[in-house]
């Protein structure tokens, strides 16, 4: 599984095999948490939450958000279309 970007020390991951619409998974600390992306101009929205306070949920979405454009690029370079 790709890892598309890093962030205080989590991963962010896009299978490659996953479906519609695009979205990624992050992982790390035992916990995960999946957000849509909502390509190509976001703002990401939280879809599943496994573990993460809502504190590191807001610095996961204000960095998703900061990075949106490459994100996306790499969805679409796995799946094509958002």
């Given at each position: 599984m ?5 962030m ?5 991951v896009?299978y490659?095999?996953d ?28 879809r ?5 306070s809502q504190?590191e949920?807001?610095?996961?979405a ?21």
């Open positions: 790709p890892t598309a970007l890093t205080f020390g989590l991963r962010v896009i490659p095999n479906h519609r619409p695009a979205h990624v998974h992050i992982q790390g600390k035992g916990c995960e948490v999946v957000f849509n992306l909502h390509c190509p101009q976001g703002l990401p929205e939280l599943e939450n496994y573990g993460f504190k949920l807001g610095k996961i204000d960095e998703l958000s900061a990075n949106l454009a490459a994100l996306c690029a790499a969805w679409r370079q796995h799946h094509g279309n958002y």
